[in-house]
């Protein structure tokens, strides 16, 4: 549709029904089997607000959304359509790696691939926007959502957020648009602005303070990243930045989101984020929260009556210009038209390509090999892989046979479509001993809701019974893959903790095992960087496994038995202990620096733990050996203005026995500036395929601009002086260079 032809709908509408365009409701309204992921609003809807709705959440099924797409359109005056929209996360049906695992892999086409594939799966089950990417930088591994996330970086989220948005959207076009309307394509909606990975001691909704400098340079660069990528919508986030909440920050939402970061498509808000308004105790009502909201420029109210019982009386009493009003239903219109829903309401809702597409043999194997990519090894005292032949191994953890293992946000994904450890080693003939060994969790404190789905120590009896079993088994063994970790829903949405240790009762089994055989392999689950010393210090061997999705247990046996070489490398510093937290690789100077071995007192450190996270950012192993030689500048100087850069140039060779590949990692740190800088920033990556005995040369150009920052004017720019280079395969590299910027 013409724009000249939205501008006529839009004046014929009237305020109702444009007012109503704004709302959002779940699809439990509309049908039986809605999907619910927060608290439903109490006052519940009218049939008159259920019917004039402008788009839904939650409902997926190709017959189902025709279904109520045809008979939604029925009633509406000017037959406009409805968007349906989900949290497609990592995966439809098909199941990848969390996208915190996902941020391992240093390979954004990886995750590319993984949103075309949800793309494409959940267009024909009639979706047309996912709320995803999100991108917010996550530094304290207590909060649940660091799942969601791809990391404690700013460079390495930004790469994951465009590839993201580009794998559910496709390319921009050359003029800068996105055809929303190609066939197997949704929109993306980028969350949640601003900040959300920040709260207060990591405790989920909890108030987020940071400077704006921060903000500036390491918390919006990964927003921004999506929407130059052309993400069509944007989410605000629960908290509050500066003690305001994003839903009602004018200055957040309209200078610096739509002036400044040029977004211009549609805003929503979280679930019920405009009503929170009124808890957060910056709304007197509904009404003031509404009103907080629209001048924010925020389009779409996430299942409250804020918008669509207060707005009609804040425009008729001249509070509220209708003017605004229009400014955000014409933005929900556009999307409408963007998606070309007019012509074509259902878009590619279709039942015979659900079931063709869904599950196929091309999806599954695509997240066996984006899984298996994403596994970070983190010890390996010459035990992985194992052999094929003449070695007795003994596959014992609770997260052996679970399929629990897809991720806290796969809310479409089915247990009964997932690989085990178990499933994949029946698929492969190995005959190894199996038993579980111990419950996921000691108790079920704070996870009630979930009834009998967590699996937890109920009885000692049967406890015992089962780490006997496990006991013997691991005796009988050459060696032991101990598959411990948290369960599924200890991350996501809504669930932080406090402890980021194994539970007890997995712990008990380790030193068990560990008692009768040496040779222990731990498969570590996880959603978020867990405090794994013990285990660290004792197993001979540590692979990070997070929750690897559909085929993770395939993947797992991929890497175990060597047909894939891990390549993956933290994307999210493992801390010492919790105690430590928020740790993370590109911290800033001090005023009393501290470095392993210094006596002195008054340094920046702990008397009980060191600084240093027990895994940092960028680390992980391989089953090969790479050398990486010093770092060759091509200059020692620029000139500042002039479009110059230094190239930083190493050789790279696999000096081991297996194929592997390698994240070559660049560095920056800013000798001086005006305000502090970090210790070092990541830069550039790439990661490179080696033979046994090849090797490459990898040569990143440093520009101007990825020396700028937020200088102390508040102007983003660089300054002259000294910078250091490093380029190697991890955040502690210390292979370095010197040039200056004059
Ligand atoms: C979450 C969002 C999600 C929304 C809709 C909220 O609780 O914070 O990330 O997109 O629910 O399900």
């Excluded at 003031?288 to 109210?301: G, M, S």
């Excluded at 009988?476 to 007890?504: K, N």
Aim: hydrophobic share 40%.
């Amino acid at each position: 549709m013409e724009k000249q032809k939205l501008q006529e709908l839009l004046l014929d509408m009237s305020l109702t029904e444009k007012i109503e365009q704004l709302l959002q409701i779940s699809g439990a309204y509309l049908e039986n089997e809605g999907m619910v992921t927060g608290p439903e609003n109490t006052v519940g809807f009218t049939q008159e607000e259920v019917e004039l709705a402008g788009t839904v959440l939650g409902s997926v099924g190709a017959a189902k959304l025709r279904g109520i797409q045809k008979k939604y359109l029925e009633k509406q005056p000017h037959r406009i359509p409805l968007i349906f929209m989900a949290d497609i996360i990592n995966g439809y049906r098909t199941i990848f790696p969390i996208p915190l695992a996902q941020g391992c892999s240093f390979d954004p086409q990886l995750a590319c691939r993984g949103a075309e594939i949800a793309a494409r799966e959940s267009a024909a089950a009639g979706l047309h926007l996912t709320f995803s990417p999100m991108v917010d930088l996550v530094r304290d591994a207590r909060w649940g959502r660091v799942m969601e996330s791809t990391g404690e970086d700013p460079y390495l989220n930004s790469r994951f957020a465009e590839a993201i948005v580009e794998g559910y959207q496709g390319k921009k076009c050359d003029d800068g648009s996105v055809d929303l309307k190609k066939r197997g394509k949704i929109a993306a909606c980028v969350k949640h602005f601003a900040a959300y990975g920040a709260p207060a001691a990591g405790r989920d909704y909890n108030t987020v303070e940071l400077s704006e400098r921060t903000l500036r340079d390491d918390y919006l660069p990964s927003y921004q990243a999506a929407i130059d990528a052309g993400a069509a919508m944007l989410m605000t986030s629960f908290n509050t930045l500066d003690r305001i909440p994003s839903s009602g920050n004018r200055r957040l939402m309209r200078d610096i989101l739509r002036d400044e970061m040029r977004f211009k498509g549609v805003v929503i808000s979280d679930w019920a984020a405009i009503e929170e308004m009124l808890n957060h105790g910056i709304a007197e009502d509904r009404k003031e929260a509404a009103k907080l909201a629209i001048e924010a420029c925020v389009d779409i109210d996430l299942v409250t009556t804020c918008y669509c019982r207060n707005l009609e009386s804040l425009v008729k009493e001249g509070i509220v210009s209708e003017a605004l009003i229009d400014e955000a239903v014409m933005r929900i219109l556009e999307l409408k038209n963007q998606l070309g829903l007019f012509e074509n309401p259902y878009k590619d809702a279709d039942e015979q390509e659900e079931k063709e597409l869904i599950l196929c043999k091309e999806h599954r194997l695509e997240a066996r090999k984006a899984a298996a990519d994403t596994f970070v090894l983190l010890k390996n005292e010459n035990i992985l892989p194992l052999k094929k032949d003449g070695q007795k191994v003994a596959f014992i953890g609770p997260h052996v046979e679970s399929r629990k293992i897809i991720g806290a946000w796969s809310l479409f994904g089915k247990e009964e479509e997932t690989v085990s450890i178990a499933d994949a080693l029946k698929a492969r003939g190995i005959a190894a001993a199996v038993a579980k060994g111990s419950a996921v969790l000691d108790d079920n404190r704070g996870l009630e809701m979930f009834g009998d789905y967590v699996d937890y120590q109920k009885d000692a009896a049967a406890a015992a019974e089962l780490l006997e079993e496990a006991v013997t088994a691991a005796k009988e063994a050459d060696a032991v893959v101990l598959a411990l970790g948290e369960h599924r829903v200890q991350s996501g949405e809504a669930a932080s903790r406090a402890d980021i240790g194994i539970p007890e009762c997995q712990m008990e089994l380790f030193d068990a095992v560990l008692a009768v055989n040496p040779n222990v392999i731990v498969a570590l689950f996880s959603g978020r960087p867990l405090d794994i010393r013990k285990i660290s210090a004792k197993a001979r061997a540590v692979l990070a496994v997070w929750q690897p999705g559909t085929e993770g247990g395939n993947a797992i046996a991929d890497v175990l038995y060597g047909d894939v070489n891990p390549s993956a490398k933290l994307a999210m510093s493992f801390p010492w202990s919790v105690g430590q937290v928020p740790v993370y690789y590109n911290e800033m100077h001090t005023g009393r620096p501290y470095k392993e071995g210094m006596k002195d007192k008054y340094l920046s450190k702990y008397l009980d733990i060191p600084n240093r996270p027990l895994y940092p950012f960028g680390y992980g192993l391989s089953y090969t050996t790479f050398e990486i030689s010093p770092v060759r500048l091509s200059c020692n100087t620029i000139v500042r203005g002039q479009g110059e850069s230094v190239s930083a140039g190493v050789t790279v060779k696999n000096t081991g026995t297996a194929a592997g590949k390698e994240v070559v990692q660049l560095y920056i740190r800013d000798h001086a500036a005006s305000v502090a800088r970090p210790v070092r920033e990541l830069k550039g990556f790439e990661k490179i395929a080696l033979a046994p005995g090849e090797e490459k040369e990898v040569i990143f150009t440093i520009t101007e601009d990825m020396l700028s920052f937020t200088n102390i004017d508040m102007e983003f720019t660089s300054e002259v002086g000294a910078y250091s280079v490093y380029v190697g395969n991890s955040s502690e590299t210390e292979n370095e260079g010197v040039f200056t910027l004059i």
